[in-house]
């Protein structure tokens, strides 16, 4: 296997300025906040994600579930932006690990194409708070 690693190296001379963070707690136990996680997609409420694909899974010896899958979303483009792609849909690749132990699902996304315009990558950690209430610390850079 390719060893999944949800952490993004940066890029020689890429930024690395936070644009958004947040952070929330479920009231729910991380088994039932982790289960929802791989449910999200396709919703009602998500109408522009199109469809996720899993690329590679597979569980490691240390019992951790390593996942990467391509998410495919509708771009709402301005008219007179559509030149410049050539495809008005956007790639990200995620990559996930959930360690049934340590009670966390940590995600990472990025989008894959249109990167010469704008990089987005995207940091999600799920982990227990204690038997009965999930912390979320969500951030993207």
Do not use: C
């Not at 495919?72 to 956007?90: C, G």
Request: net charge neutral; proline share 5%; aromatic share 14%.
């Amino acid at each position: 296997s390719s060893g999944i690693n949800a952490e993004w190296p940066l890029r020689p001379g890429s930024s690395n300025m936070k644009f958004w963070q947040s952070s929330h707690t479920f009231q729910h136990p991380w088994s039932t906040v982790s289960q929802a996680f791989w449910r999200k997609y396709p919703n009602e409420y998500q109408l522009g994600v199109e469809g996720t694909d899993v690329i590679e899974r597979f569980v490691s010896d240390d019992g951790k579930l390593h996942s990467k899958r391509i998410i495919v979303s509708s771009w709402k483009i301005p008219t007179f932006m559509k030149i410049f792609f050539s495809d008005p849909r956007a790639y990200a690749v995620e990559y996930s690990i959930v360690d049934p132990k340590a009670k966390t699902l940590t995600l990472s996304s990025q989008n894959i194409n249109a990167e010469w315009f704008f990089l987005m990558r995207e940091k999600v950690v799920y982990s227990a708070a204690d038997d009965e209430t999930t912390q979320l610390q969500h951030e993207a850079r």
